[in-house]
């Protein structure tokens, strides 16, 4: 079973920038196809971005595309979420998951359903 932990929220203006780190444990994380979601005050959670468990593909929802960037080192078991041109809309709780996926290839899962495992997440607040 993998273990997720998230890292690197906090407070930043308008314009700025963040990277939020998700730390994997466990067998076989090279495996998993990871994946960050978002809730916001008053929100569903969405979708944000996703990489695949070799780090060749990716996928962003249409707010983000542009100004985030997901990445993974796999010899680190780490997922980054580099954060640009940060909005207060931006504002949320940010999750780290992973999808299982073994040696299949599949598309990128970007609903919350496909995620077989969840972080607790780490607050990213954006001042106005």
């Known amino acids: 079973q993998v273990h997720l932990v998230e890292s690197g929220g906090g407070l930043v203006q308008a314009g700025g920038s963040l990277r939020l780190s998700c730390a994997a444990s466990g067998r076989d994380v090279n495996l998993y196809d990871m994946g960050w979601f978002r809730q916001g005050p008053g929100k569903e959670r969405e979708f944000v971005a996703g990489?695949?468990?070799?780090?060749?593909?990716?996928s962003y929802s249409t707010p983000v595309k542009g100004r985030f960037t997901i990445s993974r080192d796999n010899a680190k078991n780490t997922v980054f979420l580099q954060m640009n041109s940060l909005k207060p809309e931006d504002t949320a709780v940010y999750v780290c998951?992973?999808?299982?996926?073994?040696?299949?290839?599949?598309?990128?899962?970007?609903?919350?359903?496909?995620?077989?495992?969840w972080g607790q997440g780490t607050q990213v607040t954006v001042s106005s």
């Open positions: 998951a992973a999808d299982y996926v073994g040696e299949t290839y599949y598309p990128i899962p970007t609903l919350e359903y496909e995620y077989d495992i």
């Open positions: 990489i695949s468990r070799r780090g060749g593909r990716s």
